[in-house]
């Protein structure tokens, strides 16, 4: 072992960093700027720094851009921004003030796009789809058209313009 004081390239860094950073208060010529996180520089609400790390986890690769999570973290947001405004609108048309399970279900079931995405996804508490058989529907009945000028009354007689009371 060396001696007891710090000699090895911890030390030096240190001391180095202490050296290159001014701590007293800025002049009029410099800028303060705080650091800015990423989700914030790309003007987005979803965190940049969260979906970063599960990218990795993903093992699709070895090597990754830095543009990846961003725009990972884009499309996540997007989806979202999609998914609630569907649910949002199914709520008002249900004149309820907040957005249930049931909603999402429906929602993703009725746009083909997120259909196709988000299918066979089970969401908890969503219930299931309505789905009546054809058969079991009642059978639509076909009015006989009338002529132009005709008219049916209440109890079933053709009376034309002409013979209006």
Do not use: W
């Amino acid at each position: 072992m060396m001696g007891s004081g710090k000699t090895g390239h911890k030390a030096r860094n240190k001391t180095s960093h202490k050296a290159t950073h001014n701590t007293s208060a800025t002049t009029s010529n410099q800028i303060s700027t705080k650091p800015k996180s990423r989700s914030l520089r790309a003007s987005l609400q979803f965190p940049v720094g969260r979906v970063h790390p599960h990218l990795h986890r993903g093992r699709c690769t070895e090597h990754m851009g830095t543009d990846a999570p961003i725009y990972m973290a884009v499309v996540l947001e997007y989806l979202n921004a999609e998914m609630l405004e569907l649910a949002g609108n199914t709520a008002r048309d249900k004149k309820k003030t907040r957005i249930n399970p049931r909603h999402l279900q429906l929602d993703i079931h009725s746009d083909e796009e997120l259909s196709k995405l988000l299918g066979d996804v089970a969401i908890p508490q969503g219930g299931v789809l309505p789905n009546i058989q054809p058969e079991l529907l009642p059978k639509k009945t076909s009015m006989p058209r009338l002529e132009k000028g005709t008219y049916t009354t209440l109890n079933g007689m053709k009376v034309t313009e002409g013979n209006l009371i």
